[in-house]
T-cell receptor
Framework: KAGVTQTPRYLIKTRGQQVTLSCSPISGHRSVSWYQQTPGQGLQFLFEYFSETQRNKGNFPGRFSGRQFSNSRSEMNVSTLELGDSALYLC??????????????FGEGSRLTVL | SQQGEEDPQALSIQEGENATMNCSYKTSINNLQWYRQNSGRGLVHLILIRSNEREKHSGRLRVTLDTSKKSSSLLITASRAADTASYFCATDATQGGSEKLVFGKGTKLTVNP
């Protein structure tokens, strides 16, 4: 069974641009969560989607958005990039809403560098 | 603010020794999980312990949970160089009306051959 796939793995953008990151969950998983990881702040929760609905949202500005498609694939978008958005963006999937299963399965991440 | 905080931030040991990492959290939880992350990679789930459990084992891993002290520990016995990684605890939390799985900042473990 294929794991969680995130694309692209690495990307470089400049301030003011926007970026779209993609996540394909494990087949059959309906919940997708996104996290931002930086050396200073650690892992910060961005949002969680379940069956195309955003269930939970972290404390990030509106420049960060996401969506989930009917096949459970998810995308997140960051508009008007700032230097501080440089981070490893991690996607995680679970069969059910995470509180019902507990375990998250993570992808390898998309490393975004903003210049 | 972080729900879970690991201690120590970094730990360096020799192969064969045991490694103990601690996690403290602030609010009541339903369960606590430990994850491992190799440098720059994704996280891998290690073990989940529920709030009504006190101890759990998985291979060379032993996790304890003390809900009265709001703390957990992860013990890796007979460590190997391949155990070198960062280890994170994660707890369920309700913050601002939103439920989420909140991670600590991790303990960076180095196992020297």
């Amino acid at each position: 069974k294929a794991g969680v796939t995130q694309t692209p793995r690495y990307l470089i953008k400049t301030r003011g641009q926007q970026v779209t990151l993609s996540c394909s969950p494990i087949s059959g998983h309906r919940s997708v969560s996104w996290y931002q990881q930086t050396p200073g702040q650690g892992l910060q929760f961005l949002f969680e989607y379940f069956s195309e609905t955003q269930r939970n949202k972290g404390n990030f500005p509106g420049r960060f958005s996401g969506r989930q498609f009917s096949n459970s694939r998810s995308e997140m978008n960051v508009s008007t990039l700032e230097l501080g958005d440089s981070a490893l963006y991690l996607c995680a999937s679970s069969l059910l809403q995470w509180e019902n299963t507990g375990e998250l399965f993570f992808g390898e991440g998309s490393r975004l560098t903003v210049l | 603010s972080q729900q879970g905080e690991e201690d120590p931030q970094a730990l360096s040991i020799q192969e064969g020794e045991n490694a103990t990492m601690n996690c403290s959290y602030k609010t009541s939880i339903n369960n606590l999980q430990w994850y491992r992350q190799n440098s720059g990679r994704g996280l891998v789930h290690l073990i989940l312990i529920r709030s009504n459990e006190r101890e759990k084992h998985s291979g060379r891993l032993r996790v304890t949970l003390d809900t009265s002290k709001k703390s957990s520990s992860l013990l890796i016995t007979a460590s190997r160089a391949a155990d070198t990684a960062s280890y994170f605890c994660a707890t369920d939390a309700t913050q601002g009306g939103s439920e989420k799985l909140v991670f600590g900042k991790g303990t960076k473990l180095t196992v020297n051959p």
